[in-house]
């Protein structure tokens, strides 16, 4: 199992441009999230999924679109960058339960820069 | 609403001395209380659970509800240890799945 995959690895984007970061699992999670972690504020969740075609918002959802139209993938999208978008992006997976919690699985991270 | 709070953002000790992370939390529920770690240039990744009650890599952590705390603690620090230490709070039984972070603490054990 590749487990969790997060494509590009590095990104630079200018002001005003728009791109999507990959995100796949192979572990038949039903559960996908998306965090930002930022200097001297941990992890942030962003998005996140309990299953193929639901989707909700995290603590700091704007500026950014997620959909999850398969149980494997689910893509981040920046709509129009902005220089507070800088940060390094996890996505995290496991299985869903309403009740105790399983352990996430990360994936390895990418780091954007927008300037 | 849910908050968790890591109050030291770099803590440094010497091979050999004891280690105490610390994390509190603000949850009105039964929160289920996480600990992940980030070694250089590796992923995120758990490392232990308070429903667990188990001892990784000689770490420990207890949940203190009255002090809604869940310090992170090892007796005798190693430099393998050192990497950014992430305290993590979950729902309970309200769970969605979602779990809310620490700012992180990044422990530094010199030799």
């Known amino acids: 199992n590749a487990g969790v995959t997060q494509t590009p690895k590095f990104q630079v984007l200018k002001t005003g441009q728009s791109m999507t970061l990959q995100c796949a699992q192979d572990m038949n999670h039903e559960y996908m999230s998306w965090y930002r972690q930022d200097p001297g504020m941990g992890l942030r969740l962003i998005h996140y999924s309990v299953g193929a075609g639901i989707t909700d918002q995290g603590e700091v959802p704007n500026g950014y679109n997620v959909s999850r139209s398969t149980t494997e993938d689910f893509p981040l999208r920046l709509l129009s960058a902005a220089p507070s978008q800088t940060s390094v992006y996890f996505c995290?997976?496991?299985?869903?339960?309403?009740?105790?919690?399983?352990?996430?699985?990360f994936g390895p991270g990418t780091r954007l820069t927008v300037t | 609403a849910q908050r968790v709070t890591q109050p030291e953002k770099l803590l440094s000790v010497f091979k050999g001395a004891p280690v105490e992370l610390k994390c509190n939390y603000s949850?009105?529920?039964?929160?289920?209380l996480f600990w992940y770690v980030q070694y250089s240039r590796q992923r995120l990744q758990l490392l232990l659970r308070h429903i667990s009650r188990e001892s990784i890599k000689g770490f420990t952590a207890d949940l203190n509800k009255g002090e809604t705390s869940f310090h992170l603690k090892k007796p005798f620090a190693q430099e393998e240890d050192s990497a950014m230490y992430y305290c993590a709070l979950s729902g309970g039984s309200s769970n969605t799945g979602k779990l809310i972070f620490g700012q992180g603490t990044t422990l530094q054990v010199k030799p």
């Open positions: 949850y009105s529920g039964s929160p289920e």
């Open positions: 995290a997976s496991s299985y869903f339960t309403s009740g105790p919690s399983y352990e996430q699985y």
